[in-house]
T-cell receptor, first 115, second 111 residues
């Protein structure tokens, strides 16, 4: 079974631009969560999608948004990029089975640099 | 005060040493997660536990729900154990849970 796939792995953007990151969950997983990791703040929860609906949201400005498609693939978008948005963005998927429900499987992340 | 506190922040050990990383949390939880992050960013879920102790190879995780404390132990440490270890607790929010993370413990095991 393929793991969680995130694309692209690396991205360089300039301030003011917008960016879209993609996450393909493990086959059969319907929940996808997104996280931001920075040296100063560590890992922080962005949002979670389940069956195309945003189920939970962290404390991030409205510039951060996401969506999930019917095949459970998810995208997150950041508009009007700021220098502070430079971070590693991780997504994780989890299943609905009794044994897998609360275990999150992480992708390798997308490293975003904003210049 | 952070809801999840880890100690130590950095840890250097010699190969073969017994390692302990601690995690304290201030919120009620259903389970606690231990994650491992290698250089390059990839994160692997090591354990999810809600009581007692779990063991996987040389890794042992314990949790004391009453004291709101968990420990991750590594026996006979090896340089390949060098990584950042992160504990995380799920916080109930709305109809689902979100993970809240500790800042991580950077472990370096020297040969």
């Amino acid at each position: 079974k393929a793991g969680v796939t995130q694309t692209p792995r690396y991205l360089i953007k300039t301030r003011g631009q917008q960016v879209t990151l993609s996450c393909s969950p493990i086959s059969g997983h319907r929940s996808v969560s997104w996280y931001q990791q920075t040296p100063g703040q560590g890992l922080q929860f962005l949002f979670e999608y389940f069956s195309e609906t945003q189920r939970n949201k962290g404390n991030f400005p409205g510039r951060f948004s996401g969506r999930q498609f019917s095949n459970s693939r998810s995208e997150m978008n950041v508009s009007t990029l700021e220098l502070g948005d430079s971070a590693l963005y991780l997504c994780a998927s989890s299943g609905t089975g009794l044994k897998t429900k609360n275990i999150q499987y992480f992708g390798a992340g997308t490293r975003l640099s904003v210049l | 005060k952070n809801e999840v506190e880890q100690s130590p922040q950095n840890l250097t050990a010699q190969e073969g040493e017994f390692i302990t990383i601690n995690c304290s949390y201030s919120v009620g939880i259903s389970a606690l997660h231990w994650l491992q992050q290698h250089p390059g960013g990839g994160i692997v879920s090591l354990f999810m536990l809600s009581s007692g102790k779990k063991k996987h190879g040389r890794l042992i995780a314990t949790i004391n729900i009453q004291e709101k404390h968990s420990s991750l132990h590594i026996t006979a440490s090896h340089p390949r154990d060098s990584a950042v270890y992160i504990c995380a607790v799920p916080l109930r929010q709305g109809g689902s849970e979100k993970l809240v993370f500790g800042k991580g413990t950077k472990l370096t095991v020297n040969p």
